[in-house]
């Protein structure tokens, strides 16, 4: 029975979180209900996650009987979830195509004034990854075509929400100022 339970599964990913040079959380999706049901829970673990990794110079910590890669730069700290049997290689790859995707979004320019700027294209950057731990796409660049807002020539079946709702932006201004 125990060997069936450490099987690979389609939801690798139980969170993704965002912090800054403090601790605070600027954007955090977790997957798995069962491992941090309650915001509380959740931002226990993610002072504890901080505190443990802020000063230190590794890639990987086992937390909470969790595997967590991360990754900081200037004032950001980006980490992903996994269970503890998890292959930490899958992982990586997610950190990495979270990091590269938020860094093409933000134009190389990846600090927390910039990335608050544009939180709702970061925010769809994590939804195109990753939905409900299953991982969508390890792809950077095509993370970022996912959630460019250029609506020109796309049908509209394979529009991103942003897009949709950018054009309909466009659509009722232009009205508007007729």
Do not use: W
């Amino acid at each position: 029975m125990d060997g069936l339970l450490l099987e690979p599964t389609l939801y690798t990913v139980k969170g993704m979180v965002i912090l800054d040079n403090d601790g605070h959380r600027i954007l955090a999706k977790y997957y798995d209900p069962s491992v941090f049901p309650t915001s509380k829970e959740q931002k226990g673990f993610e002072k504890n996650l901080f505190n443990k990794t802020h000063r230190a110079n590794a890639e990987i910590i086992m937390l909470d009987g969790l595997t967590c890669v991360y990754k900081s730069n200037v004032d950001l700290f980006f980490y992903v979830m996994g269970s503890s049997h998890e292959n930490e290689l899958i992982l990586m790859s997610v950190l990495q195509c979270l990091y590269d995707s938020i860094s093409q979004i933000l134009r190389k320019n990846v600090e927390k004034r910039t990335l608050l700027e544009n939180l709702e294209i970061v925010m769809l950057a994590m939804d195109e990854i990753c939905d409900g731990g299953i991982i969508l796409e390890a792809d950077p660049t095509s993370v970022v075509q996912g959630v460019a807002l250029r609506t020109d020539d796309i049908p509209l079946g394979e529009q991103t929400v942003a897009q949709v709702l950018q054009s309909a932006k466009e659509q009722i201004k232009s009205a508007i100022l007729k």
